[in-house]
């Protein structure tokens, strides 16, 4: 594709809730990172996938976060039992390889009630 | 592990004037470093990447940055700012060797005329 694709945009859900984001890179892109953004905060990193080493899963804040990424590809991150302070924006960004700019998705905005 | 902070969560300038956005990092490797800016409701994209070479960087939009290895500093410059540069500035940075990119907590410049 053109860019860096998420889905959902926007993801309102229960608290206790299990959910889903996707993101497709870039077409060729090796690293993949996610990202949360809440206000005030900056961009938290999450998690960094690099060509086929293991993730650097340092930034995952507790055990209900975990991310996968199949075929080099497409990627998902998961939240499991979604608590309110889960509520931010989820950024994906694909690059070519480590130095290269970041292509940046839109975002899942999600919303724990 | 890689950090960054950023001196200023918030610096308004009048229009004409320099601005200088602070950003301190902290790493025991060698490191690339980067200047993303995110405008109102739009994603991020890159300003200004140091990967070796020249300290002196140059970017879009007439902004550049200094990388100071002994003051592990990479603030970034403009001489005369605009109305349109109101956005969100954030500096990243990564060591060298397939590390993730991690940001710091941004600064909002604010223009005013």
């Known amino acids: 594709g053109a860019g860096v694709s998420q889905s959902p945009s926007n993801k309102v859900t229960e608290k206790g809730k299990d959910v889903e984001l996707r993101c497709d890179p870039i077409?060729?892109?090796?690293?993949l990172y996610w990202y949360r953004q809440s206000l005030g905060q900056g961009l938290e990193f999450l998690i960094y996938?690099?060509?086929?080493?293991?993730?650097?899963k340092s930034g995952l804040p507790s055990d209900r976060f975990s991310a996968e990424r199949t075929g080099g590809s497409v990627s998902t991150l998961t939240i499991q039992r979604t608590q309110q302070e889960d509520s931010a924006v989820y950024l994906c960004?694909?690059?070519?390889?480590?130095?290269?700019?970041?292509?940046f998705g839109s975002g899942t905005q999600l919303s724990v009630l | 592990a890689q950090s960054v902070t950023q001196l200023d969560s918030q610096v308004p300038v009048f229009e004409e004037a320099p601005v200088e956005l602070r950003c301190n990092y902290s790493?025991?490797?060698?490191?690339?470093l980067f200047w993303y800016v995110q405008y109102p409701n739009q994603g991020l994209q890159l300003l200004l990447k140091?990967?070796?070479?020249?300290?002196l960087v140059k970017g879009i939009n007439g902004f550049e940055a200094e990388f100071n290895k002994s003051q592990t500093s990479f603030h970034l410059r403009k001489p005369s700012v605009h109305i349109s540069d109101t956005a969100e500035y954030f500096c990243?940075?990564?060591?060298?060797?397939?590390?993730?990119?991690?940001f710091g907590q941004g600064t909002r410049l604010t223009i005013n005329p």
């Open positions: 990243a940075v990564s060591g060298q060797g397939a590390q993730k990119l991690v």
């Open positions: 960004a694909s690059s070519l390889e480590q130095g290269e700019k970041l292509f």
């Open positions: 140091y990967l070796s070479g020249s300290t």
């Open positions: 996938f690099q060509g086929n080493s293991a993730p650097d």
């Open positions: 790493s025991s490797v060698s490191v690339y």
């Open positions: 077409s060729g892109h090796t690293a």
